[in-house]
């Protein structure tokens, strides 16, 4: 990544410069995208993190349940410079008004928020919001046609002393039935989800 620049009522984060080309630039070749937060501020919000009220302890102060770092394409100055590119970064309620409507892109990048992706509560947790929002997907032929594929992963382990070795799990009909409940053992990368699309 570039080195730091700085934007209006934000503060200092680090942006990959305009030339260089992305994820984003390879999907509008011929493939529609969104990336839909959860706790977002706003659709194609640029800013570093958000904070809203603390729904989990309502007497506490507000909690900041958005975080940039985990919305990747949002970094990139070839799309926060790009009016018509930011805003396809869309706050996650906005995803069920495209699932309703029949109106999703063919990519997709989702993220909860920090307390029900897990980083600041536990697996638990997370699976709660899971059992919320994507079970009831996987059984909507709306979402879950014969080429929609899942791809579920955490961006860390949690400890900074061993290898970062994380969980994935592969979901959606295009995952073929004989691959169902099977485990690999190949070593990925983020780069590898590239080849799904």
């Not at 984060?13 to 630039?25: G, N, R």
């Not at 070749?29 to 194609?44: H, K, L, N, P, T």
């Not at 970062?164 to 959606?172: H, Q, T």
Request: hydrophobic share 40%; net charge negative; aromatic share 14%.
């Amino acid at each position: 990544m570039a080195g730091a620049e700085s934007r209006t009522n934000v503060c200092v984060y680090v942006l990959t410069k305009s030339s260089i080309s992305t994820i984003v630039d390879l999907l509008e070749e011929s493939i529609s995208w969104a990336s839909y937060q959860e706790s977002m501020a706003s659709d194609g919000f640029t800013g570093f993190n958000f904070a809203s009220a603390n729904y989990l302890n309502t007497s506490s102060a507000p909690l900041t349940y958005y975080w940039r770092k985990h919305n990747p394409t949002i970094i990139y100055s070839s799309v926060v410079d790009v009016p018509e590119r930011a805003a396809r970064h869309r706050n996650f309620n906005d995803f069920a008004v495209d699932v309703t409507h029949d109106d999703l892109p063919q990519w997709i990048f989702v993220t909860p928020n920090i307390e029900n992706d897990a980083h600041d509560t536990n697996i638990d947790f997370a699976g709660q919001f899971l059992q919320y929002w994507l079970f009831p997907l996987l059984e909507d032929p709306r979402f879950n046609g014969p080429d929609i594929l899942i791809l579920l992963t955490f961006d860390e382990n949690g400890s900074s002393s061993i290898n970062n070795n994380i969980f994935s799990l592969l979901l959606g009909n295009a995952v073929l039935k004989r691959l169902h409940g099977t485990t690999d053992s190949t070593y990925y990368t983020n780069y590898s989800s590239l080849n799904t699309v």
